[in-house]
């Protein structure tokens, strides 16, 4: 990682650390550090975000500073991001290149919502919840709960405002209330994909019911 980082190349980094079967790096708190830190630098955000998933995927990121550099990059990520930048980038193929072949294969019926997750838009949620787990102020907690809604855990949005009204010491930002109302009322409820593709959870019946998760937002 140092190397391709001394020598200019730390965009390649990206391709090499989504590829774990081929390539097998993952990152530690120091290199991941030393990456965040040069996106950071020049205001590469989109790319920084990409490395913070990755850190979220596998797990990492116990480090004070890695959570701190990752919640500035997935922060002005989000901020910066278009619609464009969430859509799915599969291509599809012309018919004539479609080549069918039988196999014989187990055909994989649930989502562990994790690794299964392709969602752009659940991901960056996924990792800006993480980075800012064990939230113990005002402006951390404002995060988690952006991190939410963008994953759409609504149970777990409600939890957090109980939270925040049970202790004096806590207040939500108001960018943050802007925001989450603009994507509660841009959430598109499929309840195909709620039924069927994500696991169980103490939090699925207002998964299920996001017009409720809404209303108790909204309170």
Known sequence: VRNYLDLGQKERLLFILHDKVKY???L????????????LLEKKYKKAAQVCTDLMLQD????????ALGLNACYNYYLIATDEDFKSTEIEEEDEDIVKVKVNFVRNHTNDDHFDLTDKRKLLGKTIAYLSRDANNSSIISLQILG???????????DLFQIILNNDQLQVDVTIIKILEKELD????NPIEAKERLPQSPYRRLELIPEAAHDIIKV
């Open 60 to 67: 990492e990121g116990d480090d004070q500073l890695t959570r």
């Open 148 to 158: 939410n809604i963008l994953y759409k855990k609504f149970g777990r949005v409600c």
């Open 28 to 39: 530690d708190q120091f290199s991941a550090n030393l990456l965040l830190n040069a996106f």
């Open 186 to 189: 841009e959430y598109i409820y």
């Open 24 to 26: 097998g790096i993952f």
